[in-house]
């Protein structure tokens, strides 16, 4: 398994390596165009992208609706794409998951939380939903439901 994380939170980025590595290679990159040109060069390539809400060389909405769009034209599967934010609205929650996020998590990363939430959505081959809805997995699937 090959993982993309667009992050440049180096926390996160060491905790992201630690935890993905052993499943494979784990490329890091700062640059959004820099990333995207990665994917757009194998489309199939990775497996796995993790992208911080506060990238900051481009918005996470922008980069995820653009990695959807070249799915859609060059490729039969989906990157399983995971969401880092700080922001806790049911809106912005929402829209994530509108535009093709597959799980959110939210900072500060709990390790547990983030070995739980990659080992089910590996696990289940499909990232965290419930009954087809986004479930927050730093929350209880009760709450997540309610905000909904």
Partial sequence: ????????NIQNQNLFVSHLSRFGQVDIE????QGLQKIRTDINCYSLVI?????????AKELIAMIRDW???YS??????????DKYSTTEMLNFYK?????LLHTPLDKSQFESAIFNSWKNNKMAYL???PVDVSKGREESLTAL
């Fill in 131 to 133: 009954n087809q809805f």
């Fill in 99 to 103: 535009l093709g996020c597959n799980l």
């Fill in 76 to 85: 039969s599967g989906n990157h399983n794409i995971i969401v880092v934010t």
């Fill in 51 to 59: 992208i911080n809400a506060n990238f900051a060389s481009m918005e």
């Fill in 1 to 8: 398994m090959r993982t993309l994380i667009f992050d440049e």
């Fill in 71 to 73: 799915e859609h034209v």
């Fill in 30 to 33: 700062k640059d959004a165009k």
